[in-house]
Nanobody, 117 residues
Framework: QVQLVESGGGLVQAGGSLRLSCVAS????????MAWYRQAPGNERELVAS???????DYADSVKGRFTISRDNAKNTVYLQMNSLKPEDTAVYLC???????????WGQGTQVTVSS
């Protein structure tokens, strides 16, 4: 069973930075896509950034230029460097993984990010 464990969330002032990490364990197959989603109270879950095993990345317009996604395939770990944080970035950030070989999605439990104004 694949498990995703996030870390790095917390409380930060507007303009500050945080780095999220997500470690995937239990997979013997390549994790093709890893991503970060976020969900604020009363809002839909939204894609923040994604990255393929080859390193191709994509970002939501709202975070372009401020957030950077990266991954270490050897460690099955994905990172999200978040700079110039805004109060509207406040949400639970969830790690996502897709394994093509199994055609299955996996989700982490989430880590809270709170940005104060």
């Amino acid at each position: 069973q694949v498990q995703l464990v996030e870390s790095g969330g917390g409380l930060v002032q507007a303009g500050g930075s945080l780095r999220l990490s997500c470690v995937a364990s239990g997979s013997i197959f390549t994790i093709n896509t890893m991503a970060w989603y976020r969900q604020a109270p009363g809002n839909e879950r939204e894609l923040v950034a994604s990255i393929t095993s080859g390193g191709a990345s994509d970002y939501a317009d709202s975070v372009k230029g401020r957030f950077t996604i990266s991954r270490d395939n050897a460690k099955n770990t994905v990172y999200l460097q978040m700079n110039s944080l805004k109060p509207e970035d406040t949400a639970v950030y969830l790690c996502y993984a897709y394994i093509l070989r199994l055609r299955r999605n996996y989700w982490g439990q989430g880590t809270q990010v709170t940005v104060s104004s």
